[in-house]
């Protein structure tokens, strides 16, 4: 059942991510293609980064707001509203015949983007057994994954995520709040189908207990002080700057997929299905392997592919001088190797920074969560806009080559990051992690302590 609502709601990221995903990519390759249907004769650069750019200022905005909006309607109806903000932005951009709308729906579309990205994990960990959450969690990640192998592999638009959404039910959290005990009680028997009905009771009452406590939280803090909470109080700003490092790191390496060469369909189709692929690989594995050693080693393996990818296409382009020529024949060899780079960073990519930083929920106290999960995601949108704004600019400027060089450099500060500022979390509260400094060493002895505590008790069960 915890299977089915995740897959459910995670559809709607799905067949958005597949739309978002992938008309940025043709709008990279094509716009030159549009000269003159959206007015001018011919796309200036800075009008081509505008409208490549438009849906990630749009995401930044849905990101700042959709945490309080769940707040006050529930997280169903934004996942609702996502849909028809979504639907509406999609339909004015088929249609429009200027540049400026075309800005405008795709900044629409941002919109709907980010309210689903950001409201979808919280909604499913708040529907899922706490032995599964993670799982839950990453299979969303699986799902958008999954979406962007759709969109290259036929390019088909589905809306089917709106009647999906009549199947779900609204987040626990919110129906405790509202007093419908009876719906809660139905739900969570739902979600522990074989636990006896003492057990969900028991259940039942913790949640609400922590919703009492969450409601007298929220009574007593205004907003502004709680917003004073995550900046000025060492554990939850020591949080902060962790969740928003990670959604930053994340959209500076993913510009590797975005970057717009003039490859066949079906490379980037197997790139999308390595990204993919690698991604429901941690499905597996993101509750047994440590979320720090995974970031580390991952992000060594996106450095290493970075790097290969810049030696290649340095040697690719010699004869051109360093830049793509439309009609050139380039030799096998180096474009044989400068594929192989890339999937071994997208590999890298979807094993950690593409999955880890959405976990980033357990970052945050319960007074400042949705203020934290907004920020980080907002962050994670804004670094985006930045990278999409300039990215053709850098590029000309700098060639592929020194483009790619330059992003690995950034990624080599990411995993510094990592190293000295990123601690083990799962199965720790904020303030075992984050009471002196940022607690890495500490995280990782605690975690290991329990690790072994836990394998003891099972020897003495046998």
């Not at 897959?7 to 978002?20: A, E, F, M």
């Not at 309080?68 to 903000?85: C, E, F, N, Q, T």
């Not at 007298?216 to 060492?234: D, N």
Request: hydrophobic share 45%; glycine share 8%; proline share 2%.
């Amino acid at each position: 059942m915890a299977m089915f609502r995740s897959t459910c709601s995670s559809t709607t990221r799905l067949l958005q991510s597949s739309k978002s995903y992938v008309i940025p990519l043709i709008l990279n390759l094509n716009l030159n293609k549009l000269d003159g249907d959206l007015g001018p004769a011919k796309l200036s650069s800075l009008q081509q980064e505008l409208i490549t750019s438009a849906t990630t200022l749009g995401a930044l905005f849905g990101g700042l707001v959709a945490g309080m909006l769940s707040d006050y309607s529930g997280r169903k109806p934004v996942l609702g509203i996502a849909d028809i903000i979504f639907i509406s932005g999609a339909l004015t951009q088929t249609v429009c015949h200027t540049v400026s709308v075309m800005i405008g729906s795709r900044f629409l579309i941002g919109v709907g983007v980010d309210l689903a990205a950001c409201i979808t994990p919280l909604y499913i960990q708040e529907l899922s057994p706490t032995r599964l959450r993670d799982r839950m969690v990453t299979l969303n990640v699986v799902v958008i994954t999954g979406g962007h192998v759709t969109a290259y592999g036929i390019g088909a638009a589905f809306a089917v995520e709106t009647v999906l959404l009549f199947f779900l039910p609204e987040s626990l959290r919110i129906l405790v709040r509202r007093g419908d005990e009876e719906a809660v009680m139905n739900i969570m028997r739902r979600i522990y189908a074989h636990a006896t009905e003492e057990e969900v009771v028991a259940k039942v009452k913790v949640l609400t207990e922590k919703v009492r406590e969450a409601k007298e939280i929220m009574e007593r803090m205004t907003l502004g002080q709680r917003v004073y909470s995550i900046f000025f109080i060492a554990v939850n700003r020591r949080a902060l700057i962790v969740g928003c490092g990670l959604q930053t790191f994340q959209q500076i390496a993913s510009l590797f997929k975005s970057i717009g060469f003039n490859n066949p369909t079906a490379i980037r189709l197997i790139i999308t299905a390595t990204n993919f692929l690698f991604t429901l690989v941690m499905l597996k594995y993101i509750d047994i392997i440590s979320r720090r050693k995974i970031m580390v080693w991952t992000l060594s393996g996106m450095i290493f592919g970075l790097t290969l990818v810049a030696i290649s296409f340095h040697f690719l382009m010699l004869r051109t001088n360093n830049r793509l020529v439309d009609g050139t024949k380039y030799p096998d060899s180096w474009s044989a190797l400068v594929l192989v780079s890339m999937i071994i960073f997208v590999a890298s990519y979807a094993t950690g920074l593409g999955n880890v930083p959405w976990q980033q929920g357990e970052l945050f106290s319960l007074e400042v969560r949705r203020i934290g999960t907004s920020l980080a995601t907002a962050t994670n949108w804004g670094t985006n806009l930045i990278i999409n704004s300039t990215y053709l600019s850098l590029m000309n400027a700098i060639t592929p080559s020194g483009a790619f060089g330059f992003y690995g450099r950034l990624c080599l500060l990411g995993w510094v990051f990592c190293l000295f500022c990123f601690p083990e979390t799962a199965g720790l509260s904020l303030e075992e992690v984050f009471r002196d400094g940022f607690g890495v060493k500490e995280s990782v002895r605690i975690r290991e302590e329990r690790k072994d505590a836990i394998k003891r008790r099972r020897q003495d069960k046998v």
